[in-house]
């Protein structure tokens, strides 16, 4: 399994948009990119999925550049109900086992 | 998407004892996995367990601490075996969509002392 690193927290206020980069420079031809959502008490939420390019779906966006050993997720318009931890993840989705990092603690401010 | 649900949601416990952890999702399921999160940490998998067979354990985590039933498609069970304070933790269990996507249930805390 890939080795991710990312930012341990950021801070950011009401209406911005956050980005949350994530390293992976050994990330194999087969691994894809996911990023779960995890609010204190409850269990991890998938936000977004993808193998290169952009990705976009309601919640946040995940933009990957050619060369794949990065990616950012992002998130616009934060509210407070945004503040949570976020984890990136590489793998192969044929393995079916998530490796979680240390996450980044993403803390919205009004 | 799938909707889990994990008895109990909390217990304290005595070192010795064991506790079983229950998880329920509201549909047929093939793999699912539980995850152990120390305070203050990120989540590490426990091991895999797929209805049918026995259940595929990741390295520093033994069936013999942590043994696993998965009757059917929809439950499976979590017991934590001879408690130590260092089995402190929530256990989360998974279930895995044809998407890959991977629901989690809300966790259950273990204190135990």
């Known amino acids: 399994l890939a080795k991710t690193t990312q930012p341990i927290s950021m801070d950011s206020y009401e209406g911005q948009e956050v980005n949350i980069t994530c390293s992976h420079n050994?990330?194999?031809?087969?691994?894809?990119i996911t990023w779960y959502q995890q609010f204190p008490s409850q269990g991890p939420r998938f936000i977004i999925q993808?193998?290169?390019t952009k990705v976009t779906n309601e919640v946040a966006s995940l933009f990957i550049p050619a060369d794949r050993k990065s990616s950012t997720l992002s998130l616009p318009r934060v509210s407070l109900s945004d503040t949570a931890v976020y984890y990136c993840?590489?793998?192969?989705?044929?393995?079916?086992?998530?490796?979680f990092g240390a996450g980044t603690t993403v803390t919205v401010r009004a | 998407s799938a909707v889990i649900s994990q008895k109990p949601s909390r217990d304290i416990c005595q070192r010795g004892t064991s506790l079983t952890i229950q998880c329920q999702v509201d549909?047929?399921?093939?793999?699912m996995f539980w995850y152990r999160q120390q305070p203050g940490q990120s989540l590490t998998l426990i091991a895999t367990?797929?209805?049918?067979?026995?259940?595929?354990?990741e390295s520093g985590f033994v069936i013999d601490k942590f043994p696993i039933s998965r009757p059917n498609l929809t439950f499976s069970t979590l017991t934590v075996s001879n408690m130590s304070p260092e089995d402190s933790s929530i256990y989360l269990c998974?279930?895995?969509?044809?998407?890959?996507?991977?629901?989690f249930g809300p966790g259950t805390r273990l204190t135990v002392t």
């Open positions: 050994n990330i194999a031809t087969n691994d894809y």
């Open positions: 998974s279930v895995e969509d044809a998407g890959y996507e991977q629901y």
């Open positions: 367990a797929n209805q049918g067979s026995e259940a595929t354990y």
């Open positions: 549909s047929q399921v093939t793999m």
């Open positions: 993808g193998y290169k």
């Open positions: 993840l590489v793998g192969d989705l044929n393995n079916h086992k998530l490796s």
